[in-house]
């Protein structure tokens, strides 16, 4: 049973700008937060933003290059990426978390590759 589906990932110039969007079942969206992390080959998978229910956010990185935000009456959560660099290369995970009910959620991954 697919939970969240991650699409917006491709290729990209230094520089340019990609949205990826992660849709999510209504009831998982409606308790979640909702998160993007991003693993580089050969490395941990790490977080990138979070948002809440109530849209409260969270960045790893506070250089304002990525911002997240949450459609709730279409489920979907969204990461906007801008002046991308190589380094962003990396598969995008969408992370779906409910505190209450210990439940963790993952999406299959998107592949962001930005090309120098």
């Known amino acids: 049973q697919v939970q969240l589906v991650e699409s917006g990932g491709g290729l990209v110039q230094t520089g340019g700008s990609l949205r990826l969007s992660c849709a999510a079942s209504?009831?998982?969206?409606?308790?979640?937060?909702m998160g993007w992390y991003r693993q580089a080959p050969g490395e941990q998978r790490e977080l990138v933003a979070t948002i809440t229910s109530g849209g409260s956010t969270n960045y790893a990185d506070s250089r304002g290059r990525f911002t997240i935000s949450r459609d709730n009456a279409k489920n979907t959560v969204y990461l906007q990426m801008s002046s991308l660099k190589p380094e962003d290369t990396a598969v995008y995970y969408c992370?779906?978390?409910?505190?209450?009910?210990?439940?963790?959620?993952w999406g299959q991954g998107t592949q962001v590759t930005v090309s120098s």
């Open positions: 992370n779906a978390r409910i505190d209450s009910l210990r439940r963790d959620y």
């Open positions: 209504a009831m998982i969206f409606k308790l979640a937060v």
